[in-house]
């Protein structure tokens, strides 16, 4: 029997090993420098995606044969490869512009040492190996007053947060500031309860916190009604206050490193709505800097378009014109002039670049303003993944692929009939859709009122509904409700009651897991086509999903968003066209059956088409009779939730539903 050596001798050989790995990762990070300036002289990008994925599959190789998980492999290195592309930026990036090197500099920032911007700072400068001068300020005009007035060589800025969203006052800053942005970083935002040492959570009674991470924490706060909420103007203030309490019975929302310059422990962590909690932060100096082209740049601008109908979409259509990514579409009003509005766009694009500077002339001919905030390194690093047989935990039989003469993957994309010849049939409880069965869906919006009187009235539509032939109902708009899970399980039992399927629509990814608990199946809307990190996720479920396509989207886009679900296992896979925005009819989409056409030609997967809003009630009927000689695979119908008392209306979905069953004679209803 093995006997263990003492205790003390483990950890001092652990903590050996701890400075070694340490020693090796700033070797690998003064290497990685290495690299970035090569890659100045040859100007190649700053990312070998490719490289990456040889690498880790490599590392995962050599790792399993190490005894190591492959995620835990996976895991460390995309934070090595993380550090290694953004540290290489940085270089570049400061190269690029000698006449911002200096050895130290100004940061304005809100709060004081501690608060969420000040960690942001830091970790800034620290990155750029540069000292940080810190002036904490009370406001965000007082952060831009700073740097236009020369106190302080940058601001920062925060602009966005993954739990809370969009900062408003920020834009509304922006709008007046002659400042230029000239860079953004995101840290991690860990929420935790603090207070004095030797504080327990039956001692606090009052809560110091700035509104944001008050926002953030909302059900963690809602189940302590208890607690008396002081809101602060930042996280440093809130636990200053903490700090100079008399006794125990404060706390203050903040971090757990901010808390420390206080001396205040942590009481309670993991305090955010959702688990991934992040926040993003500008950077605003008084001139704009020149991104290398190697570096992945994106570009933020603000305009006001013409007042008329489909004017937005215009100038949209000039960004996908011209092959321009818009990462976010914000929207604020223009102080003084009462129903408009100015748009704040982030581009993936360097402003340098042939497509950005086209785009941006012929947006100056359609628009009434428009002004670049700045262009900037983008600092999001996205994970290089490996599929499952590089992972090494696919089934052998997996791994027999066609592979051509040169060595290339020639296997056909999941979702087309090369892969697949039978069309697929998707089932969920009594409804069944694709290989000649149709479906029938009444798409029902919620409201905040979800009373005993609106249950029983959702009770005599559901009747309705199935009466009238449909077999499933969608229900869309659930995270507006604020409903608690025992009411959507209510509404659940009903559908089944009478024989329907519960779908649920994902708006937002914090749909998903109460959605995932209470839905027979998943309807994914098309604003969240393009969110990888979603469709990923859905991809791993066991329940059917309909993917609905964006109404920017073209139909070669819709069928790549499949191929990522597919790619996780989920089989289950339903398409849905709601209809594009074209220049025709901007205030309503079009119907795209060309593209329809397509599909069926090209995919094994069923589609189904919601005419709710490209077709008036008038036309829907003979709509109808159009598109079942496409060989559509079912309908989805807006049923508003008070329709029961509109009997004109529910004859209509009738109509219109055994129309549609009549394009296969085993539904016929007559």
Not at 275 to 284: E, L
Not at 320 to 345: C, D, V
Not at 606 to 621: E, F, K, M, Q, R
Request: aromatic share 4%; hydrophobic share 40%.
């Amino acid at each position: 029997m093995h006997t263990p050596q003492p205790l003390n001798q483990t950890r001092e050989q652990i903590t050996n090993l701890d400075n070694e790995l340490l020693a090796l990762l700033a070797e690998r990070r003064r290497l990685s420098l290495e690299v970035a300036r090569s890659k100045e002289v040859d100007v190649r990008p700053i990312r070998d995606t490719q490289r990456e994925k040889e690498l880790l599959a490599r590392l995962v190789k050599e790792g399993r044969e190490k005894g190591l998980d492959a995620h835990y492999v996976i895991s460390l290195y995309q934070s090595i490869i993380e550090d290694s592309v953004l540290n290489q930026q940085a270089y570049l990036h400061g190269r690029a512009n000698p006449e911002t090197q200096k050895q130290q500099y100004c940061i304005a920032y809100l709060g004081a040492r501690g608060s969420y911007s000040y960690l942001a700072a830091t970790r800034y400068c620290q990155r750029r190996q540069v000292e940080m001068l810190d002036l904490g300020c009370q406001s965000f005009d007082e952060i831009v007053q700073a740097v236009e007035s020369g106190h302080a060589d940058y601001g920062f800025l925060p602009i966005e947060n993954t739990s809370s969203g969009s900062i408003n006052e920020v834009y509304d800053v922006l709008q007046h500031t002659s400042l230029s942005i000239v860079g953004e970083t995101t840290i991690e935002v860990s929420h935790c309860l603090l207070g004095k040492a030797g504080s327990k959570l039956a001692d606090i009674k009052t809560v110091y916190a700035h509104p944001q991470p008050i926002s953030q924490c909302s059900r963690y706060l809602s189940q302590h009604k208890d607690l008396r909420l002081e809101y602060c103007s930042s996280s440093a203030e809130a636990m200053d206050k903490v700090n100079q309490s008399p006794d125990n019975s404060a706390a203050a929302i903040g971090s757990a490193e901010g808390g420390a310059l206080y001396q205040l422990e942590s009481i309670e962590a993991g305090l955010a709505n959702q688990k991934i909690n992040q926040s993003r932060f500008i950077v605003v100096a008084r001139k704009a800097v020149a991104v290398p082209e190697q570096l992945p740049a994106k570009t933020t601008l603000i305009m006001a378009t013409g007042q008329k109908a489909g004017a937005l979409v215009e100038a949209l259509l000039v960004l996908k014109a011209h092959q321009l990514n818009m990462s976010k579409l914000e929207s604020r009003p223009i102080p003084g002039t009462p129903w408009e509005e100015m748009f704040y766009l982030d581009i993936d694009a360097n402003i340098s670049s042939e497509s950005m500077q086209a785009g941006l002339k012929q947006l100056e001919r359609i628009t009434r303003f428009i002004k670049v905030l700045g262009c900037y390194p983008c600092e999001t690093v996205k994970p290089t993944q490996l599929s499952n047989s590089q992972l090494l935990i696919e089934p052998s039989t997996s791994k027999d692929q066609v592979i051509s003469e040169n060595g290339a993957n020639t296997s056909p994309v999941r979702y087309s009939k090369a892969y697949k010849e039978q069309a697929s049939e998707i089932n969920c409880g009594a409804m069944t859709i694709g290989a000649g069965h149709v479906g029938a869906i009444a798409q029902i919006t919620l409201n905040n009122d979800i009373s005993h009187l609106a249950l029983s009235a959702f009770e005599q539509q559901v009747k309705q509904l199935k009466e009238a032939g449909f077999q499933a109902v969608l229900l869309n708009a659930v995270n507006q409700m604020a409903m608690a899970e025992v009411t959507l399980a209510k509404l659940r039992q009903i559908l089944h009651q009478y024989g329907l399927v519960c779908i649920i629509a994902i708006e937002q990814e914090a749909d998903m897991p109460l959605a995932v608990q209470h839905a027979d199946m998943l309807f994914l809307a098309g604003k969240q086509m393009f969110n990888q990190t979603l469709l990923t996720q859905a991809g791993t479920l066991p329940i059917p999903l309909i993917l609905e396509r964006n109404d920017m989207a073209s139909f070669e886009e819709l069928l790549t968003a499949t191929e990522v679900i597919l790619s996780q296992g989920n089989q289950q896979l339903i398409l849905c066209d709601s209809g594009i925005r074209t220049l025709n009819n901007a205030n309503l989409p079009s119907l795209d059956l060309a593209s329809l056409i397509q599909i069926k030609a090209t995919s094994h997967l069923p589609i189904l088409i919601n005419p709710s809003y490209a077709v008036s009630d008038d036309a829907l009927l003979v709509q109808t009779q159009g598109i079942k000689q496409l060989k559509v695979d079912g309908l989805i119908l807006n049923c508003p939730l008070d329709s029961h008392d509109d009997h004109e209306s529910l004859n209509l979905i009738s109509a219109v539903v055994r129309e549609l069953y009549r394009a296969n004679k085993r539904f016929d209803l007559e």
